[in-house]
């Protein structure tokens, strides 16, 4: 069915007019939020104030605190061992008897030695005495009584000198039994009954070790070398115990190991059950003095690139890569010893590993530093 002809001009004349309108119409305004597209959105922390601790872990041993290698004072024919490989001995206990005889001999013929010449000194000084009356009355020359008078002093330095030997027959005979010089424990005997021992050269017959209380050796590397301390706490961990052994270092090597970059820690692990057997490995943890009122940063929010430590911050709504000093560092935190503030607006999450500096950012509400 045809339309009548004055509707298809109608038509004709609503289209054209539509055309004119539309060329001269500006653009529509864009939909809210398409101008921030290109904003990204980023998850932040603040930086704080607060105490940052370091925990330094480094293998070990455990040693005895002191090894002593019990040698002879006194050479001779060792008559009896009175200890075994694994023995506990108390201070002073016996721990081998060279043979006495001759010792016995040495002190007797030195004692004959003292009496002769404690003999010879007083019957000098008694001719003395008579050379000095006879001098008085005239019948005796001066020259007489000096020389006795030098006699009676030489006489009295071969009595001392006696005397002397006396307590040397003495002394090397109580070193015919060998004592020990602490409590410890007998890790080696070297020698039997009948072996000659010899003092030079040394002749070792029981290695003594204290093991009541021992010392754990732990190397420490280089790079760490501002942590550790005298006084810092330490737990060390050995195998076959439950639990590990609550102790302090007590001694800080001042030197670097040149093959190994390391230096030397020592602590000491009491041992008053003999649990822990002297030469064990051990595992050391050590917690140092933590850095107080400090700047702490997540460690997420900084990076290294070139050899650059920045800090990824946002300001005026951009990344802004901050050059920053850092110190302690933990797997959460970092110590900013310089550069940043407490207080301003770190890039966390894993923005802070691919965003650029410069970009243009949305902060979410900056939350404390998720370690704290």
Known sequence: MKKPAHLWYLALAAALLSGCDAS???????????????????????????????????PGSVVARRESRIVAEVSGRILRVHVFEGDRVEAGAPLFEIDRAPFDMALRQATAGLDVARAERLQIAADLRRAESLQRESLLSLQEVERLTTSHAVAQAHERAAAEAVELAQHNLAQTVVHAPYAGSVAERLADEGTTALVQPQTIVVVLQETAELEAHAAIPESQMALVRVGDAALVRVEGLVEPV???????????????????????????????????????????QGSTDVVLAPREAVRVEDGRTRLLLVRDGHVDALPIEVGTFTETDVEILAGASAGEIAIVGAAARTIAPGMPVRAREATPDRAS
Do not use: C
């Not at 609550?246 to 059950?273: E, H, W």
């Open 24 to 58: 001269h119409q500006s653009p529509l305004p864009a939909p809210a939020g398409a101008l921030d597209e290109a904003v990204t959105e980023v998850e932040t922390a603040l930086l704080r104030r607060g105490t940052i601790t370091q925990h330094v872990s480094a």
């Open 246 to 288: 609550a102790t302090q270092i007590t001694a800080v090597s001042d030197t670097i190991d040149r093959a190994t970059r390391t230096y030397l820690v020592k602590m000491p692990v009491p041992n008053a059950g003999h649990r822990i057997k002297a030469g064990i490995f051990a595992q050391v943890e050590i917690t140092p």
